[in-house]
């Protein structure tokens, strides 16, 4: 033996004394097994996503789940796919989440996306005999979910309106009111109020005062704003003066029938009492002949009063 090998030979003989096991250490194709994630992780308010996820080597694969985790809450399965059940949703995601999987790969889509749908989306490969492997997507859900804007007479004031918006969203919603008829900002002559929601948006109401006689007829714009998505709410002015004009004209044509109704009641109890006055003790016309009490103009028209 030359002097290399035997300087190589006493090294593997060391070798083994050290570590015994080390001739019989191996790596089984599923440690090998490397899940690749991907999917579109930010979307707007309303939208559809997909989440998808690949293993390397499917060998040992049981089962793919998809779970969701909220901060604060503990995960749970939104879908499963095995060689048993195939495809499965959980029944309270049926129309919500779709699965698309097999053995070496899973993608799930989810509509109609809610900021309730924020949240990390956790892929699962369950692997006999070494156990699961898991990736995680997290979800960011940005937009503006609501937008409305209504008018209401001003606190104290009978000549101005106040006009108020709401815009539900994430991140915060920043409103700006424009007159449709100048094409320019409006100055806000109230404070914006912002309120934090239990779906993790954001609430801002806006209010704007404005004289009746200026905007009669007109409309302004509430445009709310979320990071780069836009919204807006057209509000026409014209209800205001209408619904007082119209309350007025009820009141007035009201008062007019009562009048008249009262004239005619006066004319027909004059008539009562003449015929009485002529005929004496004669029958009362018109069915009145329950009225046992002699009439007289005055005590008719005193219960009138009444």
Same mark, same amino acid.
């Given at each position: 033996?030359?002097?290399?090998?035997?300087?190589?030979?006493?090294?593997?003989?060391?070798?083994?004394?050290?570590?015994?096991?080390?001739?019989?250490?191996?790596?089984?194709?599923?440690?090998?097994?490397?899940?690749?994630?991907?999917?579109?992780?930010?979307?707007?308010?309303?939208?559809?996503?997909?989440?998808?996820?690949?293993?390397?080597?499917?060998?040992?694969?049981?089962?793919?789940?998809?779970?969701?985790?909220?901060?604060?809450?503990?995960?749970?399965?939104?879908?499963?796919?095995?060689?048993?059940?195939?495809?499965?949703?959980?029944?309270?995601?049926? $129309?919500?989440?779709? /699965? #698309? *999987? @097999?053995? &070496?790969?899973? !993608?799930?889509?989810?509509?109609? %996306? =809610?900021?309730?749908?924020?949240?990390?989306?956790?892929?699962?490969?369950?692997?006999?005999?070494?156990?699961?492997?898991?990736?995680?997507?997290?979800?960011?859900?940005? $937009?503006?979910?609501? /937008? #409305? *804007? @209504?008018? &209401?007479?001003? !606190?104290?004031?009978?000549?101005? %309106? =106040?006009?108020?918006?709401?815009?539900?969203?994430?991140?915060?919603?920043?409103?700006?009111?424009?007159?449709?008829?100048?094409?320019?900002?409006?100055?806000?002559?109230?404070?914006?109020?912002?309120?934090?929601? @239990?779906?993790?948006?954001?609430?801002?109401?806006?209010?704007?005062?404005?004289?009746?006689?200026?905007?009669?007829?007109?409309?302004?714009?509430?445009?709310?704003?979320?990071?780069?998505?836009?919204?807006?709410?057209?509000?026409?002015?014209?209800?205001?003066?209408?619904?007082?004009?119209?309350?007025?004209?009820?009141?007035?044509?009201?008062?007019?029938?009562?009048?008249?109704?009262?004239?005619?009641?006066?004319?027909v109890i004059t008539l009562i009492c003449l015929y009485k006055r002529l005929h004496g003790k004669q029958q009362i016309p018109f069915h009145l002949n329950k009225v046992k009490a002699r009439c007289t103009c005055t005590s008719l028209l005193k219960k009138l009063r009444l």
């Amino acid at each position: 033996m030359s002097f290399g090998g035997g300087i190589l030979f006493h090294l593997l003989l060391v070798s083994l004394v050290l570590f015994p096991n080390l001739g019989n250490i191996s790596v089984p194709g599923p440690y090998l097994s490397v899940i690749i994630a991907r999917g579109d992780t930010s979307v707007e308010f309303g939208g559809d996503t997909s989440l998808s996820c690949a293993l390397s080597n499917p060998s040992g694969v049981k089962q793919v789940s998809w779970e969701r985790v909220r901060a604060g809450d503990d995960a749970e399965t939104l879908a499963t796919f095995s060689e048993r059940y195939k495809d499965y949703v959980h029944q309270e995601y049926v $129309g919500k989440v779709t /699965i #698309t *999987a @097999s053995f &070496n790969s899973s !993608s799930i889509v989810i509509k109609n %996306v =809610t900021f309730e749908d924020e949240a990390c989306y956790i892929c699962s490969f369950k692997l006999y005999p070494s156990g699961p492997k898991r990736e995680t997507l997290c979800l960011t859900v940005k $937009g503006i979910s609501e /937008i #409305t *804007a @209504s008018v &209401n007479p001003a !606190s104290g004031s009978d000549s101005d %309106v =106040t006009v108020s918006c709401l815009a539900k969203g994430k991140p915060t919603p920043i409103l700006q009111w424009k007159s449709t008829e100048k094409d320019q900002t409006l100055h806000l002559s109230g404070s914006n109020n912002i309120m934090i929601n @239990s779906d993790g948006s954001n609430t801002t109401t806006s209010y704007l005062k404005l004289p009746i006689s200026q905007f009669h007829g007109k409309s302004v714009e509430c445009v709310a704003q979320s990071d780069n998505v836009e919204k807006s709410y057209q509000i026409s002015l014209s209800g205001k003066n209408d619904e007082v004009t119209n309350n007025t004209s009820r009141r007035y044509i009201t008062t007019v029938l009562v009048l008249v109704f009262m004239l005619i009641i006066i004319f027909v109890i004059t008539l009562i009492c003449l015929y009485k006055r002529l005929h004496g003790k004669q029958q009362i016309p018109f069915h009145l002949n329950k009225v046992k009490a002699r009439c007289t103009c005055t005590s008719l028209l005193k219960k009138l009063r009444l």
